[in-house]
């Protein structure tokens, strides 16, 4: 993704006025940015009925500290505008929108899986939970990595934490202002994170400028008292396209 989102803005840089060429965003007003056409993007990402399984409910696996901050979210979504985002198996099923006709594949693959979700087992992978708040374009997600992610021994390993932190970039920028390809990824690894243990990761919109998402992240423990990692990530915009009907 991150390759393909920089042939992406090489494109824009120097062929915007081809024909084929990927449409790209106007520059987002910020007092628009949460008009009617995010209400439509929220109902896709957010639909009231489906059939699809939801991987960020709680299971036996999860340890008490994710079960009680799920509960403390849980209950913001009430009063607070905060949204629990739902965790499906593939992007496709989260979006329902294509990539421009120059960026799509075709894939014979019927059984696509986000990277963070590869591992069926409960507990013994990517255990998480993502909440949202629109207003203030930022999310929580609360992370318990299982032992197929270990490092060092006894330890998680820090490709899981980082590749964790990009896919909840990519959830954030897409409903905060149609963030799609990660431009840059860059992380600072401070403390080891114990295996099954509960990570805390805060992430935030700085601003949104140039068809570009600027976000940032900060990862702890429950307490705050001990900082994982800390992150920044510039993400591109662009429009997706409406499936083409059957």
């Known amino acids: 993704m991150i390759r393909r989102g920089f042939q992406v803005a090489a494109r824009v840089g120097h062929h915007r006025g081809l024909l084929g060429a990927p449409r790209i965003l ?79 594949v075709s894939s014979d693959k019927g059984d696509c899986r986000i990277f963070t979700r590869c591992i069926q087992v409960e507990g013994q992978g990517f255990e998480y939970v993502i909440f949202f708040q629109p207003s203030k374009k930022k999310s929580v997600c609360l992370f318990q990595p299982g032992p197929y992610l270990e490092g060092p021994p006894g330890f998680t390993h820090s490709g899981s934490l980082a590749a964790m932190m990009d896919e909840t970039f990519s959830k954030t920028a897409f409903l905060a202002g149609e963030g799609v390809f990660t431009l840059s990824f860059n992380i600072r690894f401070k403390n080891l994170i114990p295996m099954s243990s509960l990570v805390v990761m805060d992430i935030e919109v700085g601003k949104i400028e140039d068809q570009k998402l600027y976000m940032s992240c900060i990862a702890h423990s429950r307490d705050q008292q001990t900082v994982y990692t800390k992150s920044s990530g510039v993400l591109l915009q662009l429009r997706l396209e409406e499936e083409s009907p059957q």
């Open 26 to 104: 106007p520059r987002l007003n910020p007092a628009s940015a949460f008009g009617s056409s995010t209400d439509s993007m929220f109902s896709r990402f957010l639909p009231e009925k489906t059939d699809l399984k939801d991987d960020a409910l709680p299971n036996a696996s999860w340890c008490l500290d994710m079960l009680c901050l799920y509960q403390e979210f849980l209950e913001k979504t009430k009063s607070s505008g905060w949204i629990k985002l739902p965790s499906f198996k593939s992007n496709r099923d989260h979006i329902g929108l294509n990539l421009p006709s120059g960026l799509a």
